[in-house]
């Protein structure tokens, strides 16, 4: 049943309007088309309708109908900002663990700007704010592979110079070879004419001039030989002199070169914000780790340290405090580590500690000592005295593990620890133990 053209109710669905708006439509037709003296077109249509009340009533909203709608739209409205607030340090925090460890600090920047702000009416600043820091990454990023490329074409440069130099060489061998050839046969020849004279000449003044006169040819040979290899000698002092400054070049760039690969190396085994190793790194050491174990059957342990409340701490004091606690995180962490011991940040505020040829009793120890040498750590920012605990779970590697096994059961024992009140430590025996007594469930 359609309703009432001329009193169209401000609750009427918008498949009653269209419907009221498609009767219209079909009137407008059938009054069209008894007319031959009007051109059926769609601006003559939407004349038609423009005159008709009913689709007024639809088009032009009532102001006071807008006004009854204010408050439940301000109600969606802040509704809305707070889901794009969370949406914005969702995104935010995905960002700085996927970007690289030095742009970490300009997301947390950028995080912290935003969240104070009517993200609704920022947005476009937000997101160009956001690729920015990604767009200076790929420009780093581009900017490396061209200085990369740049080496890679100087250097096929000098080794096609270098080859030439070499088929010059080789060349020049070739030469002195056939000249060498050439002067030992003209030395043959006037050789053989001496003798032919000293035969064939009876006359002594006669035979003096004949020897007098291929001694004159054999000593100009010896000059015009002496001469060629005088110039050959300084061509290839020339080209030595040049290959060398080449090389030497080329050796300098290299060094220049390895340098950077070298740092480049560092920067993507490091974090940079805390120096600790990063994911790569302990990715690398745990396959080692195991393959350690594996061949000499020794025993290695695993931490998993995450620090207590630092959602808490960076939303009560800022990022850039949060990123001082992560720094006096691991400065604390190094105070009682040995040199074999292997830090890495892992993510966030969560580090992983492998201790080579430790058990797991003393894996235990170990992060008990970590552990207190925190809590009793004083760490203050602007007066402000900020406690530090860190809940930590231990695990222990065996021949059966692969890296996701033996980090699994490192987490079990975090859950368990965080579980437990914060600031303790658990092993995967105590999972063991207590499996019955809770469920594990998502780490918060």
């Not at 947390?108 to 104070?116: G, I, M, P, R, V």
């Not at 990604?134 to 490329?149: A, P, Q």
């Amino acid at each position: 049943m359609g309703i009432d053209r001329d009193f169209i109710p401000e609750q009427a669905t918008v498949e009653e309007k269209l419907n009221v708006i498609a009767d219209e439509v079909l009137d407008i037709l059938k009054e069209l088309s008894r007319d031959s003296s009007k051109q059926l077109s769609s601006k003559s249509i939407a004349e038609c309708l423009l005159l008709k009340d009913s689709v007024k009533n639809i088009i032009e909203s009532p102001e006071a109908h807008r006004s009854d709608k204010d408050e439940s739209d301000n109600a969606g409205t802040k509704a809305d900002i707070n889901l794009l607030r969370d949406i914005t340090e969702t995104i935010m925090n995905r960002f700085s663990e996927l970007a690289p460890s030095f742009l970490g600090s300009q997301f947390a920047y950028l995080n912290d700007q935003y969240l104070n702000k009517t993200i609704l009416d920022e947005a476009g600043t937000w997101l160009n704010s956001s690729f920015r820091i990604v767009k200076k990454y790929f420009e780093s990023i581009t900017s490396r592979n061209e200085e990369l490329e740049t080496f890679i074409v100087d250097t096929m440069r000098y080794l096609h110079e270098t080859e030439e130099h070499v088929i010059s060489e080789v060349n020049s061998i070739q030469e002195t070879y056939n000249e060498n050839k050439k002067f030992a046969q003209n030395m043959s020849t006037n050789m053989e004419r001496i003798s032919q004279d000293f035969d064939e000449v009876k006359d002594l003044e006669t035979l003096k001039k004949e020897v007098m006169g291929t001694i004159s040819n054999i000593n100009k040979c010896i000059d015009e030989k002496s001469e060629l290899d005088m110039q050959r000698m300084k061509d290839k002092e020339n080209k030595l002199t040049s290959l060398g400054s080449r090389i030497k070049n080329i050796t300098k760039e290299a060094d220049d070169m390895k340098k950077k690969a070298e740092k480049l190396e560092q920067e993507s085994l490091h974090d940079e914000l805390t120096g600790a190793n990063n994911r790569k790194a302990y990715d690398d050491k745990v396959t080692e780790t195991i393959a350690g174990l594996k061949r000499y059957n020794v025993p290695s342990s695993l931490m998993l340290c995450d620090i207590d409340h630092f959602k808490k701490i960076n939303d009560t004091y800022g990022h850039i405090v949060g990123d001082l606690v992560l720094k006096k995180f691991v400065a604390l962490v190094n105070e009682k580590l040995r040199a074999t011991d292997f830090l890495a940040r892992y993510g966030g505020e969560e580090f992983t500690i492998i201790l080579p040829h430790i058990p797991l009793d003393k894996a235990q120890a170990a992060a008990e000592s970590i552990r207190e040498h925190i809590y009793k750590s004083i760490f203050s920012y602007k007066e402000n005295q900020i406690l530090l605990t860190v809940s930590i779970g231990v695990s222990t590697f065996s021949k059966e593990d692969t890296a996701g096994s033996v980090f699994e059961r490192a987490d079990r024992a975090l859950y368990l620890a965080k579980h437990s009140g914060r600031n303790v430590v658990k092993t995967e025996e105590e999972v063991r133990e207590n499996s019955d007594t809770y469920i594990m469930t998502a780490r918060k």
